[in-house]
């Protein structure tokens, strides 16, 4: 039981096949009480499904771009806990366009649109984080190494994944002095709905599961474990760390 009795948030399930659930069902399973986001009430009752076997979970509406429900979000969890131990941002959306052909024909619109959704929501949500960690807490997100190396089709994404990964560190700069980790995630791809939507997305796959050390794609599962350890207090000495679970591909000079 790894988080016994921790209060997590998970922000950012789509459905059962997406890494934020995965994370959401270990963490469960490690004995936490969880926190489930969903952006509006049109997507209420997908919520209550993906809730199901998850310990009877917190549902709270939000949508990470307006202030005022990111602020009423922290306002119900202060009223329903009084305090919180993790949150996970797993939040990340670009329109469908700009995942594909020239990083160079990427609109103003598209872009801002990329960064304001993947990565500053991860500030807005810190900011309310932050005052319900009174004793410390573990804020972890999920990135990918299209924001580190150029990755093909990823485009403006990787953008705001470079955008995710800056801000995490400089949030673990900032917020560590209270005690509050924050770190970073890196899985390797996987078939998720979010992923179907970069373009030649399965011969990524591919070619990273002939190319990596331990010739295998990753799951869901690996990067439920590696979320649970981080957001545990086994690792209570780790911050702005970005931990890849991508079989070792990104070692690899090439």
């Not at 700069?173 to 998720?192: H, Q």
């Not at 979320?227 to 209570?236: E, K, M, P």
């Amino acid at each position: 039981m790894l988080l016994k009795d921790k209060k997590i948030m998970v922000c950012g399930i789509a459905n059962h096949r997406s890494i934020a659930y995965a994370v959401a069902r270990f963490c469960s399973e490690q004995g936490a009480q969880l926190c489930i986001t969903y952006q509006n009430e049109r997507l209420y009752k997908n919520a209550v499904k993906l809730g199901e076997g998850l310990g009877d979970p917190l549902l709270l509406p939000c949508d990470v771009t307006n202030d005022e429900e990111v602020a009423a979000l922290f306002a119900e969890v202060e009223k329903a806990w009084g305090r919180l131990d993790g949150l996970v941002h797993s939040i990340a959306f670009a329109n469908a366009d700009d995942l594909k052909g020239d990083f160079v024909d990427t609109s103003l619109d598209g872009f801002l649109l990329a960064q304001n959704i993947s990565a500053y929501s991860l500030t807005a949500l810190a900011r309310g984080a932050r005052g319900l960690m009174k004793d410390g807490g573990s804020i972890i997100c999920m990135t990918y190494l299209g924001g580190e190396r150029v990755v093909r089709n990823y485009n403006v994404m990787g953008v705001a994944k470079a955008s995710l990964d800056m801000s995490a560190k400089y949030l673990a700069a900032g917020l560590g002095p209270e005690g509050i980790r924050v770190n970073i995630v890196s899985p390797g791809p996987i078939k998720t709905l979010a992923a179907s939507g970069v373009g030649g997305f399965k011969s990524i796959l591919d070619n990273v599961k002939e190319m990596n050390p331990l010739r295998r794609n990753v799951s869901q599962e690996d990067v439920a474990k590696v979320s649970a350890f981080l957001l545990s207090d086994l690792s209570s000495g780790v911050t702005g760390e970005t931990i890849h679970v991508d079989a070792g591909y990104h070692i690899l000079g090439m």
